[in-house]
């Protein structure tokens, strides 16, 4: 696997989408919380646009950003078809798509 090296990140114990709100030990956000930053970083850089985002980042038609965590082992590759996600994703669309877990998918979906 060739994941980045990311920094170590210590929570605060204030809600790091800028709110200022107190959170329990342990949390970096307030419940739902990480989604307004998400959406918030998403706006100010990209002009709300994901396919903006992905272009910034060197992917669009013809460079797959999801090849690429399948490659890097991050993300599974459906046994039975080609639906791609990270294995507690697998792991579900597998039970729902195919009606049963197939060979390893299971690992991660009850995380």
Known sequence: MTQKTLPSLTPTGTCWCGYARKVGTGSFFAPGHDKVAEAA????????????????HGYGPGHSVSARAVSEGVWLT????????APASVANHTKKAHGAVIGDQAQGADR
Do not use: I, K, N
């Open 41 to 56: 970083l998403l706006a100010v850089e990209y002009g709300s646009s994901v396919a903006q985002l992905l272009r910034g």
């Open 78 to 85: 459906c046994t039975a078809c080609d639906y791609v996600g």
